[in-house]
C-alpha cells in the first residue's frame, strides 16, 4: 500500500517536466527574396522582383518589418520602368511550430526609376519554415498601392509581388 503513492507521486513530478520553449520575440531577421511582380489589370507580362527585408520580434506574435523591394517591368514602347519601395510595418505572426504562417501592414514610398515617387501602403501574406534556429526559407504575397505617378502603359499604382525567400536569424 506505501508503494502505490510513491508511484503516483513519480509519476506526476515526471509529466510536469517539460522542455524550454523557444518563440521568436527579440529575435532579429535579415533575409532577401527573388520573384515576380504584376500589376492588377495591365496587358504587361509579370516582371521579375527581388526584395531585401529585415525584422525584430517585438513579441512571439509581432514583429516590426523593414522591407525594400525593386522589380523591372517593360513598357510598351519597348523601354523599361524599375519600381522601388521602402516600407516599414508591423506583421502578426503565429510561431508555435517550424512553420511560421503571418499577415502584416506596411507603408513606406514608392518610386520609378528614383524620379516620381509618392507613398504607398502594402498588405503581407506569408509562410516561413524553420530551417534551424538560425536559418529560414519562406514565400510571401503582397498587394501593394502607391500614389506614385505610374508609366503611361501600367495601370494605376496596384500591383501584386510574390517572392520565394531566405533569412538569417538571431539574437534570441
Given at each position: 500500500?506505501?508503494?502505490?503513492?510513491?508511484?503516483w507521486l513519480l509519476a506526476i513530478a515526471s509529466s510536469s517536466i517539460t522542455a524550454e520553449a523557444g518563440a521568436f520575440e527579440r529575435e532579429w531577421h535579415l533575409g532577401g527574396g527573388l520573384g515576380a511582380a504584376d500589376f492588377i489589370?495591365?496587358?504587361?507580362?509579370?516582371?521579375?522582383?527581388?526584395?531585401?527585408?529585415?525584422?525584430?520580434?517585438?513579441?512571439?506574435?509581432?514583429d516590426a518589418r523593414l522591407e525594400f523591394t525593386g522589380s523591372r517591368h517593360p513598357l510598351d514602347d519597348g523601354?523599361?520602368?524599375?519600381?522601388?519601395?521602402?516600407?516599414a510595418g508591423i506583421a502578426y505572426k503565429?510561431?508555435?511550430?517550424?512553420?511560421?504562417p503571418y499577415v502584416g501592414v506596411l507603408a513606406g514610398y514608392y518610386s520609378y526609376d528614383a524620379e516620381s515617387g509618392g507613398?504607398?501602403?502594402?498588405?503581407?501574406?506569408?509562410?516561413?519554415?524553420?530551417?534551424?534556429?538560425?536559418?529560414g526559407l519562406g514565400v510571401q504575397l503582397r498587394y501593394h498601392w502607391t500614389t506614385?505617378?505610374?508609366p503611361t502603359s501600367l495601370t494605376e499604382g496596384e500591383?501584386?509581388?510574390?517572392?520565394?525567400?531566405?533569412?538569417?536569424?538571431?539574437?534570441w
Open positions: 500500500m506505501r508503494r502505490l503513492p510513491v508511484e489589370g495591365s496587358d504587361e507580362p509579370i516582371a521579375p522582383a527581388a526584395s531585401l527585408y529585415a525584422a525584430y520580434g517585438l513579441s512571439d506574435m509581432f523601354s523599361h520602368t524599375v519600381l522601388y519601395s521602402g516600407s503565429i510561431d508555435v511550430i517550424e512553420w511560421v507613398i504607398g501602403f502594402s498588405t503581407a501574406l506569408g509562410l516561413d519554415y524553420a530551417v534551424t534556429r538560425s536559418f506614385a505617378k505610374v500591383y501584386f509581388t510574390g517572392f520565394l525567400r531566405a533569412e538569417y536569424r538571431w539574437g
